[in-house]
């Protein structure tokens, strides 16, 4: 029975990847639809190099500093929560400033048509980093930062609509969309530093390295997932054409945000699995403790996909969208099936056998399966174009899933000798 707490967490969970979920939705068909195809496909690339970035700068903390955070408010050892949260915070901005350097040099040299646009995108990692999703997960308190993401999101959808109308408006369309993520970040860390407070202690070099040296097999396996999952749209403008990449790309955002919608009940389950997992002496029953919390995520999109697909068919019979083509449709209905696969990597892996300890070789899985799928993706869609790309994007979490299962096997059989 779900209590009040996990249900009001759920519902700002929901809140919050709702409105992330819903903001590509709404808005990128929109821009697909007022932009020409090159415009539209300089906006998808530009934001596939800084979402890498993101997993950068990210490094392994959305992981770790749950698990860390949960940990100290356990042993009730809240002033260690604070100096957790402020050194994260400050080797994610020492990342993320001489990165976002060294990538704007890159472009200025060989990319100059991306250049001001990947500047403007810049201020999506930034905001992410200042938005410390982590933070609130941890603690269990996601309603203030659920209603800072739908303001922010909400505002910038307006925008859109009021003042991108045609086509050599993509600076201003990005700065829309990036300056979402600034709004609700600058807004989020205003709260934390109001309710956790700001002291010298918080800063220490020793904190800094230590959070580095621990996450550092987790951040290599994040960054791998970032490779296969974000690589697409970079390889088709490589060895395709904008069309394609402006096609692909559209799909694969109608399938992140319905993939969105699952991460609540993911992220309400997380601190939940840490605690049993910590409770359990027994390494063989937390393949149990893990599917009890992920089963639901799994019967709602059985449930929700069909729906999905089939109001798809239905837009497409009345001709509610111009834009959108049984193509478009199709290439949906293949990706799909990467969205089970994505829930269970999450659960089993990013969760699972980081609470166990095996960093090295959750590392090892997704740095193996991340490279297959580079390669794989390289020949498919040289061969086969979006729909190659497509194709690459279920195999990939299909690989990344038997990695898993396998290591998973081993800890049964490891607790039965």
């Keep these: 029975m779900i209590n009040k707490k996990d249900l009001t967490n759920l519902i700002s969970l929901a809140g919050i990847h709702g409105s992330n979920a819903l903001f590509p939705l709404v808005v990128?068909?929109?821009?697909?639809?007022?932009?020409?195809?090159?415009?539209?496909s300089v906006i998808v690339v530009s934001e596939s190099i800084v979402l890498y970035i993101l997993a950068i700068c990210l490094y392994s903390f959305d992981i770790s500093g749950v698990k860390d955070i949960v940990a100290n408010i356990q042993n009730k050892k809240l002033d260690k929560v604070g100096e957790i949260y402020w050194s994260i915070f400050l080797v994610r901005i020492l990342i993320f400033f001489p990165l976002s350097a060294l990538v704007l040099f890159i472009a200025f040299v060989f990319f100059e048509t991306h250049l001001y646009i990947i500047l403007l995108w810049l201020m999506f990692p930034l905001g992410m980093i200042l938005q410390s999703n982590y933070y609130?997960?941890?603690?269990?308190?996601?309603?203030?930062?659920?209603?800072?993401?739908?303001?922010?999101?909400?505002?910038?959808?307006?925008?859109?609509y009021i003042f991108i109308k045609e086509s050599g408006s993509s600076l201003m369309a990005t700065g829309f969309l990036a300056g979402s993520f600034m709004a609700s970040g600058l807004a989020s860390i205003g709260y934390v530093i109001y309710s956790l407070g700001v002291k010298r202690d918080y800063f220490k070099f020793d904190n800094i390295m230590t959070e580095l040296k621990k996450g550092r097999a987790i951040f290599i396996g994040n960054f791998s997932v970032s490779l296969f999952r974000g690589s697409n749209i970079l390889i088709l403008s490589v060895v395709s054409n904008p069309l394609a990449v402006s096609i692909?790309?559209?799909?694969?955002?109608?399938?992140?945000?319905?993939?969105?919608?699952?991460?609540?009940?993911?992220?309400?389950?997380?601190?939940?699995i840490v605690k049993g997992i910590n409770s359990s002496n027994v390494k063989s029953d937390a393949p149990k403790i893990i599917w009890n919390n992920t089963r639901h995520q799994i019967l709602i999109m059985l449930l929700l996909i069909p729906v999905f697909i089939g109001g798809l068919h239905l837009i497409l019979y009345y001709n509610v969208w111009d834009?959108?083509?049984t193509y478009i449709v199709n290439l949906i209905t293949i990706m799909v099936f990467a969205i089970f696969f994505g829930i269970a990597n999450f659960m089993y892996g990013s969760v699972g056998l980081n609470v166990l300890g095996f960093h090295r070789y959750y590392a090892l899985a997704i740095s193996a399966a991340g490279a297959i799928s580079l390669l794989s993706s390289v020949a498919l869609s040289y061969a086969f174009h979006e729909i190659?790309?497509?194709?690459?994007?279920?195999?990939?979490?299909?690989?990344?899933?038997?990695?898993?299962?396998?290591?998973?096997?081993?800890?049964g059989s490891e607790n039965h000798v």
């Design 28 to 40: 990128f068909p929109y821009l697909f639809l007022m932009l020409n195809e090159n415009e539209f």
């Design 323 to 325: 834009k959108l083509d």
């Design 136 to 160: 609130f997960q941890a603690t269990e308190t996601n309603i203030k930062l659920s209603l800072l993401i739908f303001i922010a999101r909400v505002s910038s959808c307006i925008l859109i």
């Design 248 to 272: 692909y790309s559209l799909a694969e955002k109608i399938v992140k945000s319905l993939q969105a919608l699952s991460r609540p009940l993911n992220e309400l389950a997380f601190p939940k």
């Design 388 to 411: 190659g790309a497509s194709v690459s994007f279920v195999l990939g979490e299909a690989l990344l899933f038997t990695f898993f299962y396998v290591k998973y096997r081993r800890i």
